[in-house]
Each structure stands twice: as structure tokens, then as C-alpha cells.
């Protein structure tokens, strides 16, 4: 069964700094791997979908990569601003085609 | 720009009560997502729909739940009767199901469900 496992768990930085959030999962046999992002008590908003061919994926300030062979992700925010503070998560689309979701990271960037 | 409708947005019930949710996907999308999450836990699927037929609901607690997709675009999840437990957000999402490498999920606003 699939695992995903972000780290940490919750940041807390002062505005301006570039931040790097952690993504892994168990079994690399994936189609896909999707970064998102949730504001308190809303729905979940996509950031951006890496496929299993590729290594990165750029959108403005974010920057997503992935080393399927490892398990790995990394989601990159350059410049952090206050507006970017929300629970980050990613989710693999595994082999069966069902997607599995990591617990998120909380982030506050703080003025 | 398309989104996916859910309602309620909020509802209140006592347990033993029975509850049901409504979806409606982005045109055109044809697989449909019911997903579970528990407030500080990622979301965790329920069932999934392709056009009318259930791709998977492995994780779906059959004795009170069931979800239905009747002609492949909106879908209905019910819950009877409902337990404190089940106390969270359901949300609903939707893809093209042009393939599965590049099949980017759409969420909808999601339901807060707090049973008494």
C-alpha cells in the first residue's frame, strides 16, 4: 500500500525567504505526482502535476521536482510572501490509479 | 472558470440522522472523486467514479455509506446512519481522464460535516 509522508509537519518563517517542503512516498510506481494548496477550512487548490517522465515543473515562485526512483519531491517557494500561508500537500497517483495524499505541511509566513 | 459545485457547504446533524452530499463535476470530466478528510489529516478517497461506474471503493465503509453517479455526471454520497465519527470535510474532485500521467484533479469547496 502506497505511503506518503511530508516533512515537517508545520514552518513558521519570516516573509522573504526561500522555503523547501518534503514529499515522500513508498512505492515509486507512479503515473503522477500533484502539489496543492489548502487555505483553513477550504477545498484544495492545484499547483502543480509533475508526470513520472519528468523532473521539475516551474509556476512563478513555485518550483516542483521529482526523483521517482528515490520516492522523493521537493516543492521550492522562492520569496516567500505573507499570502502564501496554508497547509501544502502532495499526491501521488499510484500504479492503480488511485491517488494517495500526504498529511500537508502548515505554513505562516510571518510579516 | 469551471469549478466543481458541492452543497451543502455546512450541515449540522445528530447521529443516527442521515446526511447526503451533492457534486457536480466540471463539464466534461469524467472521472469523480468523494473524498474524506479529518481536520490536520490529508484527504483520504472514499470512492471513485469513471463516467458511471465505480472505479474504486475499497475504502468506503459500505454498512452506512454509499455514493452513487447515476448518469455520469453528478453524484450523490450518502451517509445512514451517521456516527460521530464522521464529523469532517468531504470534498469532491474531478479530472479530464485523458490519461493518467497528466490528470490533474479539481476540487470542489468541500462539505463540513459535524454530527451531534
Known amino acids: 500500500k502506497q505511503e506518503v509522508t511530508q516533512i515537517p509537519a508545520a514552518l513558521s518563517v519570516p516573509e522573504g525567504e526561500n522555503l523547501v517542503l518534503n514529499c515522500s512516498f513508498t512505492?515509486?510506481?507512479?503515473?503522477?505526482l500533484q502539489w496543492f494548496r489548502q487555505d483553513p477550512g477550504k477545498g484544495l487548490t492545484s499547483l502543480l502535476l509533475?508526470?513520472?517522465?519528468?523532473r521539475e515543473q516551474t509556476s512563478g515562485r513555485l518550483n516542483a521536482s521529482l526523483d521517482k526512483s528515490s520516492g522523493r519531491s521537493t516543492l521550492y517557494i522562492a520569496a516567500s510572501q505573507p499570502g502564501d500561508s496554508a497547509t501544502y500537500l502532495c499526491?501521488?497517483?499510484?500504479?492503480?490509479?488511485?491517488?494517495?495524499f500526504g498529511r500537508g505541511t502548515s505554513l505562516i509566513v510571518h510579516p | 472558470e469551471a469549478e466543481v459545485a458541492q452543497s451543502p457547504r455546512y450541515k449540522i446533524t445528530e447521529k443516527s440522522q442521515a446526511v447526503a452530499f451533492w457534486c457536480d463535476p466540471i463539464?466534461?470530466?469524467?472521472?469523480l472523486y468523494w473524498y474524506r478528510q479529518i481536520l490536520g489529516q490529508g484527504p483520504e478517497l472514499l470512492v471513485q467514479?469513471?463516467?458511471?461506474?465505480?472505479?474504486?471503493d475499497s475504502q468506503l465503509p459500505k454498512d452506512r455509506f454509499s455514493a452513487e453517479r447515476l448518469k455520469g455526471v453528478d453524484s450523490t454520497l450518502k451517509i445512514q446512519p451517521a456516527e460521530l465519527g464522521d464529523s469532517a470535510m468531504y470534498l469532491c474532485?474531478?479530472?479530464?481522464?485523458?490519461?493518467?500521467?497528466?490528470?490533474?484533479?479539481?476540487f470542489g469547496p468541500g462539505t463540513r460535516l459535524t454530527v451531534l
Open positions: 474532485a474531478s479530472s479530464t481522464a485523458g490519461g493518467p500521467s497528466t490528470d490533474t484533479q479539481y
Open positions: 512505492d515509486s510506481a507512479i503515473y503522477n
Open positions: 509533475i508526470q513520472s517522465s519528468q
Open positions: 499526491a501521488v497517483m499510484g500504479g492503480s490509479y488511485i491517488p494517495t
Open positions: 463539464s466534461g470530466h469524467a472521472t
Open positions: 467514479f469513471q463516467d458511471e461506474s465505480v472505479v474504486d
